[in-house]
């Protein structure tokens, strides 16, 4: 499947501590033309049809969508269907909730499945210098959704300020009425004091990991989210999946409102002159030399002499290509988070380890969703 980040806008009225866009950028009220969007379309075409993708997933992104008005989104729809009759296409939105309006309503129930991935912080995010503020207005809107007939899926980036808080935050979850949450990684191109280091990140999967298995154990359910899941999946079963044996370099790609192109929506910004522009065309896109950069790093050079000795190399295949390794230097973790494999691995191997996870695995909806989509599958 190809994954389409689609960005409208890059305007966004929230700030984020961790954001990937630089202030600048999320000031920039300019939206998408109408000519821009049908190079984009024509490209997502044409690359679908030449790298034998048979879905496409559309994910509007920004910035924040949701700063545009209903009939605008409904508009941006309406071509996107146009131009890529013929296909099959999955439309999903990302937000961070907080503009939403009972006028979007609408848009969301017919065009994204009643289905909203929203962004959700414990310590980046303040309201008059205050976070509970924030989570309070989160909730509010969340509450919005519910009572329209949205399901809201959450999204957390841990930062240094969630470290050692993953009880509480699991219960925040569990206690709030959600049953899966996705987490991404705090992927900081410059460098950033906020960004928890490989080993650190490790440890808040572990305390997941375990907070999970107790409530299972305890309850017979638990509150599941993407890298937990996709750990064992990996551990279990040697099934690929998130951050572990991605091909997001060659499957993902992300065009931004003024039609630049990457396959991340992290180094969008820090690599906007080495790519083309939509309106370039497929050809100038397949062979940009950053593009096919990136597969070569993430199949090749992002593999290290420790990823060739591990256990997990068939699945993992050396994790994120652009999280760096830590292993030979400072803290000593690799970009596959090995250490909160091996825990995951002994837990297996521990008195009705296998089945307990297992259940993990199918309270999350692990077998049936494609790991690599970005927050769209309901869980059942």
């Known amino acids: 499947m190809l994954q389409v980040y689609l960005k409208p806008t890059n305007y966004c009225n929230v700030g984020c501590d961790f954001c990937y866009l630089p202030e600048e950028i999320r000031s920039n009220k300019n939206r998408m033309t109408p000519e821009t969007l049908e190079h984009s379309l024509q490209l997502i075409r044409n690359l679908a049809a030449r790298e034998g993708h048979d879905r496409v997933s559309i994910l509007y992104h920004g910035g924040e969508p949701l700063t545009l008005a209903s009939e605008i989104l409904f508009e941006f729809s309406d071509a996107v269907r146009r131009g890529l ?6 439309e999903s939105i990302q937000t961070s909730l907080i503009p939403l309006r009972p006028s979007h ?30 989570v309070d207005l989160w909730l509010n809107k969340v509450q919005l959704a519910r009572d329209n007939g949205l399901e809201v899926g959450p999204v957390m980036v841990p930062t240094r300020g969630e470290l050692g808080r993953a009880p509480e935050i699991y219960e925040w979850f569990k206690s709030n009425g959600f049953r899966h949450f996705n987490i991404e990684r705090y992927n900081s191109q410059g460098g950033d004091e906020n960004r928890p280091d490989n080993r650190e990140h490790a440890t808040f999967l572990r305390d997941l990991f375990d907070l999970s298995m107790a409530d299972i154990r305890q309850s017979g359910s638990c509150v599941t989210n993407n890298a937990v899941g996709a750990s064992i999946a990996g551990v279990l079963n ?9 091909t997001c370099q060659r499957d993902f790609l992300v065009i931004n409102p003024d039609g630049s192109l990457n396959s991340c929506p992290d180094r969008m910004e820090y690599e906007v002159d080495a790519w083309p522009k939509a309106s370039d065309g497929i050809d100038a896109f397949q062979s940009s030399p950053a593009r096919k950069g990136w597969i ?17 190399r068939s699945w993992c295949k ?20 090995r ?25 999350a909806g692990i077998y049936g969703y494609d790991p690599y989509t970005y927050g769209i599958e309901r869980i059942q």
């Open 296 to 312: 070569r790093i993430q199949h090749i050079e992002h593999v290290e002499n420790h990823c060739r000795k591990c256990e997990f």
């Open 105 to 134: 309503m609408d848009f969301l129930r017919e065009r994204c499945g009643a289905f909203v991935g929203s962004s959700i912080d414990f310590s980046g995010r303040t309201i008059d210098g205050s976070n509970s503020r924030y």
């Open 238 to 246: 040697g099934q690929p999946g998130e951050r572990w044996g991605g």
């Open 318 to 337: 050396s994790g994120c290509p652009i999280t760096a390794h830590q292993v030979h230097s400072g803290p000593g973790e690799c970009a596959g988070y």
């Open 85 to 90: 009759a013929g296909l099959e296409i999955q």
């Open 339 to 363: 250490s909160h494999l091996i825990h995951v691995q002994e837990f297996l191997s521990s008195p009705d380890g296998d089945r307990l996870a297992s259940s993990y695995l199918a309270a």
